[in-house]
């Protein structure tokens, strides 16, 4: 503090004046300190938002304002939810009600002004006592890379690639069985007809008729095993539960593994789409027993939890490591993963050589989120 000079007027009115001055000279500074604060989140590349205790925007800067495409006076006092993707906002206010407790962030979508969602990941610091019961939240926004955006692109390319390629599995399954099918059954037609025609002076004629009709035959039921896995019926008519104990037969038959399934009472079915993703996964785990796994004896489980269903795959085999796996079957679990992940599940794999390997498949009960 200023020293107080002797002067003409009462030293109380002199001391105050000092005080004044000194109080008007410290004001002075915190605004500009103020100022200057202000101008380093203005040119930040991150938006910044201050919230209330319920959420409301008290201040944001010019940055999060151009990533949601929208003016100031359009933020300002609203619900930052009402700038977030509908799918994300329950994600949001659970994040925001433990926001008190530490710091933390989250990876979630902007709605943008023009209606397009923009990746973003949302930080909070601990909130900040405002003088009063409430709180104020202190958020930093961060647009995603590059890199992140690229990830995103791939994913739903990945799951783009998929649809069409269902789509493009449904077609030659009705082809096949609608016309192929049908086509061996009359070249079969055709050769009883001959037979009856020949002699008994024609027996090597006749022999030969009879292994072109089991050949037929056998051409007849490739071409429905084919048409089968393709595009199961059984799937859509039954259930995920029966397809895979019904497969799980024929696998035993055909490769003489012992294979057992175990389904325990599921409540309400998947979708289409979600129960269609596991039964890849099931046919691409069996493709890799067949292949690799030289097992004698293959364990399934699919069990329903409160918030998904659940599916484990698991041989006796000769196991293999992870971590030095070939391309081929890289690309097969590669493949697992991406279609458990286009309904936000995921897919484990577990192997050591001489232990077998487990499949572990989750994907979340509820709505189908792509349609395929």
Do not use: W
Not at 184 to 203: F, I
Not at 314 to 321: A, E, L, S, V
């Amino acid at each position: 503090m200023k020293t107080i000079q002797a002067s003409s007027q009462p030293d109380g009115l002199s001391a105050l004046s000092i005080l004044l001055e000194e109080v008007e000279t410290r004001s002075y500074a915190l605004e500009r300190n103020s100022n200057i604060y202000r101008a380093i989140v203005e040119s930040m590349n991150d938006g910044v938002l201050v919230l209330s205790h319920d959420h409301a925007i008290l201040y944001c800067n010019l940055c999060f304002a151009n990533m949601v495409l929208r003016p100031l006076e359009q933020l300002i006092g609203f619900s930052l939810e009402d700038f977030i993707a509908a799918a994300d906002r329950a994600t949001l206010r659970g994040f925001l009600e433990l926001a008190d407790k530490d710091d933390s962030e989250i990876k979630l979508n902007l709605q943008t002004g023009i209606g397009a969602l923009l990746p973003a990941q949302i930080s909070i610091r601990t909130p900040v006592d405002s003088g009063s019961r409430d709180f104020t939240f202190c958020i930093v926004v961060t647009e995603l890379s590059e890199e992140h955006r690229s990830e995103g692109l791939l994913r739903s390319f990945s799951q783009r690639l998929v649809q069409v390629h269902e789509a493009e599995r449904e077609r030659v399954a009705s082809d096949l069985h609608g016309h192929i099918t049908q086509l061996l059954c009359a070249v079969l037609v055709h050769s009883e007809v001959v037979t009856d025609k020949l002699t008994p002076r024609d027996r090597g004629a006749m022999l030969e008729m009879k292994k072109l009709r089991e050949m037929i035959g056998e051409a007849a039921t490739a071409v429905e095993f084919i048409s089968r896995h393709l595009r199961p019926s059984v799937l859509d008519h039954l259930g995920l539960a029966a397809i895979l104990k019904s497969d799980g037969t024929e696998f035993s038959e055909r490769t003489g593994v012992q294979l057992e399934v175990s389904s325990g009472q599921l409540t309400t079915r998947l979708p289409p789409a979600a129960e269609l993703a596991f039964y890849r996964i099931f046919q691409e785990s069996l493709k890799n027993v067949e292949i690799h796994a030289q097992a004698k004896h293959v364990t399934i489980q699919l069990v329903q939890l409160d918030d998904s269903v659940e599916m484990t795959i698991q041989d006796d085999g000769i196991g293999f490591d992870p971590a030095s796996q070939n391309a081929t079957l890289g690309f097969g679990l590669y493949y697992m993963r991406e279609r458990a992940a286009t309904f936000g599940g995921s897919v484990g794999v577990t192997s050591s050589y001489g232990k077998g390997t487990t499949v572990h498949a989750r994907i979340p009960s509820g709505e189908d989120p792509q349609g395929l």
